[in-house]
C-alpha cells in the first residue's frame, strides 16, 4: 500500500467509509484525465493524489462525520471545514504529489456554477484536479451506501448527473463520465467493498 493511500485510508476510516472508496476515486480520476486528455504523468499524479481528498476529515468530530442524518447548518458548517483544512495541512510541499493533493483537498467541493465551498469558485476558477475528482468522488458516494443514505441505481445516477450537468459539475467532464459509465462500473465492481469484505 502506498502512503498516500494509507493517508486516504486513515480519513475514510474515520467516516466509516472504505479504504475501496479511496482506491475507486483514484481510479476514477486517472479515467476522467485520460479521457479529458491530459498526460500520462498528469493522469498517474491525479492517481496518487486523488486518495487525500478527504484528509481534512481528520479534523472534523465523530458526531458530525458519522451522523446517519442530515446535518444541522451549524453541524455542515463544521463539516465543510475540512476542505480547507486539508488544504492548509497539505499545501506549501516541495513535493509535487502533496501540493497536487492540496489543491484537490481544498477544491473538490467547489461547484461549476460558484455554489460550492469553501472559496465559491465558478467554472475555470476551479482548478482541472478539483473538478475531475469532485465528479469522481459524488459518483462513488451515490453508487454506495452510506450511513445516511442506501446506495443509488444506476439510472438514478445518470439522470442527477445529466441534470448537474453545468450546475454542481464541469459539463465536459459529466460527458465523459456518461460516455464511458461502463469502464466507471467496471472499476466500481473491480473495488467493490464486497470484495474488501471477503478478504
Known amino acids: 500500500m502506498t502512503r498516500t493511500n494509507l493517508d ?3 480519513a475514510e476510516s474515520r467516516s466509516k467509509e472504505t479504504g475501496n472508496h ?12 485520460k ?9 498517474e ?8 481528498h478527504d484528509i481534512g476529515k481528520v479534523a472534523i468530530p465523530d458526531a458530525i462525520l458519522n451522523k446517519p442524518a442530515r446535518l444541522t447548518p451549524e453541524e455542515r458548517m463544521v463539516m465543510e471545514r475540512h476542505a480547507e483544512i486539508g488544504y492548509r495541512v497539505m499545501s506549501g510541499s516541495t513535493r509535487e504529489i502533496l501540493n497536487a493533493a492540496a489543491v484537490i483537498a481544498g477544491n473538490h467541493h467547489e461547484k461549476w456554477d ?8 465558478k467554472e475555470t476558477q ?18 454506495t451506501p452510506r450511513v445516511y443514505k442506501e446506495a443509488w441505481p444506476i439510472e438514478k445516477i445518470t439522470a442527477y448527473f445529466e441534470a448537474e450537468k453545468g450546475k454542481h459539475f ?3 467532464l459529466v460527458d465523459i ?8 462500473l467496471e472499476i466500481f465492481m473491480r473495488h467493490s467493498d464486497l470484495d474488501q469484505a471477503l478478504h
Open 22 to 33: 479511496v482506491k475507486r476515486v483514484a481510479e476514477y480520476s486517472y479515467l476522467l484525465a
Open 45 to 52: 499524479l491525479l492517481r496518487h493524489a486523488a486518495p487525500m
Open 114 to 121: 460558484g455554489t460550492g465551498y469553501p472559496a465559491k469558485l
Open 177 to 184: 463520465l456518461l460516455d464511458k459509465k461502463d469502464e466507471f
Open 170 to 172: 464541469d459539463p465536459q
Open 8 to 10: 486516504g485510508e486513515i
Open 35 to 43: 479521457k479529458y486528455g491530459l498526460p500520462e504523468v498528469e493522469c
Open 126 to 143: 476551479i482548478p482541472l484536479y478539483g473538478r475531475i475528482v469532485s465528479v469522481a468522488d459524488v459518483f462513488d458516494a451515490l453508487i
